[in-house]
């Protein structure tokens, strides 16, 4: 019997040896990371709201982290295919997606098996968004909300609207802007938000989306006019721009958000360190002031607030989709 009571406490010395070895390593590796560079994928092309945000933020975890954060741009498909190799990345906290409503909603509006579900991805962050606006060459006549509206209306199917992709935010948004004042556009998709403003500005393209981060290189240029804000309230940025609600478009505001998502299998220690500095660096009074000056309202917060709002976010969309406001794409 002692015999026997030797091998199992000397089974259960080892077991908890192994516990406590295998726990430390684990701290130990936590502790460590990055211990080299970390992939920041943004599925959408460069120079658009998603990308400077991204680029801003992984700056300042490079420096805050002592490991570089490279922003990969993978547009397409209304940014799931970014997403998509996210999800199949390994889950060590070494890729990041920069998530929005296109990446990480997205699959709602798919009628066929979407290549990934929305719970195959973990938030970090959620850091903010932007109001969306709608812009356009100066040339084209409509200098309002009221008057675009009127112009759709009385040239059914003929203005084009350009969006970042079938499924995205700019997409969602259009919808909700023909469900809302009973018009008829010609949606015209491109692999990203960047080039669907290059051809709005050559006057390729009527009118689109976009936001005051993207727009306010082009605006201030001259290239782009600014017609109406989608948004409860003007924007200080551009304090003279009128919203839709102000013009009689009511229900139709629009936003777009940013948030640092991983695989989903990523160890909770990983999120919760990341979770940590991308806080720290979002408060960053000169990263604040950047920011603030581009139109971004921050929110920063747990990886539970994230969640809260992408079921929010993903139950407003299912709404719109149930009553015939957004259609399934295939």
């Known amino acids: ?124 962050m959620f850091i903010g968004y932007l109001p969306l606006i709608i812009v356009a060459q100066p040339a084209f006549k409509p200098n309002s909300p009221r008057e675009l509206e009127a112009y759709a209306k009385a040239n059914p199917g003929k203005l084009t609207w350009a969006s970042s992709g079938n499924g995205g935010t700019l997409h969602i948004a259009l919808a909700l802007f023909q469900a809302v004042t009973g018009t008829n556009v010609v949606h015209v998709p491109y692999k990203g938000g960047a080039p669907a403003l290059v051809d709005v500005m050559a006057g390729r393209v009527n009118v689109m989306y976009t936001s005051t981060v993207s727009a306010e290189t082009h605006h201030k240029a001259g290239r782009i006019k600014i017609i109406g804000v989608a948004a409860p309230a003007r924007q200080a940025v551009i304090p003279g721009v009128p919203t839709l609600a102000e013009e009689g478009i009511k229900g139709a505001e629009s936003i777009v958000w940013f948030g640092v998502q991983v695989p989903a299998k990523t160890p909770r220690p990983i999120i919760a360190k990341l979770n940590s500095r991308l806080n720290q660096v979002l408060a960053l009074p000169d990263l604040q002031a950047r920011l603030q000056q581009l139109g971004v309202v921050t929110a920063g917060g747990s990886p539970e607030d994230m969640a809260a709002f992408i079921k929010v976010e993903s139950d407003r969309l299912a709404m719109l989709i149930k009553t015939g406001r957004v259609g399934l794409m295939d």
């Open 1 to 124: 019997m002692k015999a026997q009571a030797r091998l199992v406490l000397s089974a259960v010395t080892c077991s908890l040896a192994v516990s406590l070895a295998t726990a430390a390593v684990a701290q130990n590796t936590v502790a460590a990371y990055p211990v080299k560079p970390v992939r920041w994928i943004v599925p959408y092309s460069p120079g658009a709201s998603n990308d400077i945000t991204a680029r801003l933020l992984a700056q300042k975890l490079t420096e805050n982290m002592g490991q570089q954060f490279v922003v990969d741009n993978r547009p397409g498909a209304g940014g799931s295919l970014g997403a998509q190799i996210v999800v199949e990345a390994a889950a060590d906290g070494y890729t990041l997606l920069h998530a929005n409503a296109g990446p990480s909603i997205n699959n709602i509006l798919m009628r066929k098996k979407p290549p990934y579900r929305m719970n195959d991805l973990a938030p970090v």
